[in-house]
């Protein structure tokens, strides 16, 4: 069974930065998309960065430049480390892993982890 854990989220002020992690398990890892979402009471879930099994990355125009998205195969885990944060940054952030590999694809999604971005 594919589990996801992200794990990272907190209190930031303004300007300051925050790294969350996403570990996956459970899976082959043979063809895959690792992507990171936000979502605030206000808004529906939004994208905000892609990273596939080839190491391909993007992100919504909203982040690029203040947030990258990493991974560590070895230790099945992914990374969003996100500078210049802004309170508008301010969401539940999930990470979502889509497996390509097999019969079907398939979706799965963390639990959230919260940040929070003020003064």
């Known amino acids: 069974q594919v589990q996801v854990v992200e794990s990272g989220g907190g209190l930031v002020q303004p300007g300051g930065s925050l790294t969350l992690s996403c570990e996956i398990s459970g899976s082959t890892f043979s063809l895959y998309q690792i992507q990171w979402h936000r979502q605030t009471p206000e808004h529906e879930r939004e994208l905000v960065a892609i990273i596939t099994s080839g190491g391909h990355t993007s992100y919504v125009d909203l982040v690029k430049g203040r947030f990258t998205i990493s991974k560590d195969s070895a230790k099945n885990m992914v990374y969003l480390q996100m500078n210049s944060l802004k309170p508008e940054d301010t969401a539940v952030y999930y990470c979502?892993?889509?497996?390509?590999?097999?019969?079907?694809?398939?979706?799965?999604w963390g639990q959230g982890t919260q940040v929070t971005v003020s003064s």
């Open positions: 979502k892993y889509i497996d390509y590999g097999g019969q079907s694809v398939a979706e799965y």
